[in-house]
């Protein structure tokens, strides 16, 4: 009896047909693909907001045009941060969505709803914990610059996609202390 269930199992892992496996090779790869951007997003936001006075006006004389992207990306530092936390977050929903997609079709077990659940959570929260946030952002944090001019392009994209799918959404906030410091005088001559 337990041989049979044993071997059952074996078999529904080992069968798969061409439409299933098409599918996980092209959702590998955009589980790869979303790695890349998760991992250049989140060094992003580290390497980009940890420049000092030196490593910018050393980046001001190196004439690559890699050295001019970090410092056309750094003119609106704010909607550049705006802009890599929302992609961050939704990298991350694309990654749940694929990888529980993966482990559904490569895990075939008897084990229940909870079972599966807690799979899927600990190693999809592995994964974006390690290769979307631990190491791009120690590498980042040590490689600054290097890593700035490194994945520029991709910081690029994520910026000037956000900022076409959302023109002024970015609004700075409202000084609260300066729109009542001009009404101040009027106040007090009343």
């Known amino acids: 009896m337990i041989n049979s269930t044993l071997i059952n199992t074996l078999i529904q892992t080992v069968h798969m047909d061409a439409a299933d496996s098409q599918m996980i090779t092209i959702f590998g790869a955009l589980l790869v693909v979303l790695f890349i951007f998760a991992f250049a997003v989140s060094g992003s936001q580290v390497a980009f907001f940890?420049?000092?006075?030196?490593?910018?006006?050393?980046?001001?004389?190196?004439p690559q045009a890699s050295y001019k992207r970090i410092l056309d990306l750094l003119e609106h530092?704010?909607?550049?941060?705006?802009?890599?936390?929302?992609?961050?977050?939704?990298?991350?929903?694309?990654?749940?969505?694929?990888?529980?997609?993966?482990?559904?079709?490569?895990?075939?077990t008897s084990i229940g709803f909870a079972g599966i659940f807690l799979i899927k959570t600990a190693i999809i929260f592995i994964l974006i914990f390690l290769l979307g946030e631990c190491l791009p952002k120690s590498y980042a944090a040590q490689e600054s610059i290097r890593f700035a001019k490194d994945f520029?392009?991709?910081?690029?994209?994520?910026?000037?996609?956000?900022?076409?799918?959302?023109?002024?959404?970015?609004?700075?906030?409202?000084?609260?202390?300066?729109?009542?410091?001009?009404?101040?005088p009027a106040l007090i001559i009343m």
Request: proline share 5%; aromatic share 16%; with cysteine.
């Open 50 to 62: 940890s420049f000092g006075i030196k490593d910018i006006n050393l980046i001001k004389t190196k």
């Open 77 to 108: 530092p704010q909607e550049l941060l705006y802009a890599l936390q929302i992609a961050s977050w939704f990298i991350y929903l694309a990654i749940i969505f694929t990888s529980s997609y993966l482990i559904d079709h490569l895990i075939v």
């Open 152 to 184: 520029g392009v991709l910081t690029e994209i994520v910026y000037y996609f956000s900022e076409e799918l959302a023109p002024g959404c970015y609004t700075p906030p409202i000084n609260w202390n300066l729109l009542f410091l001009k009404e101040m």
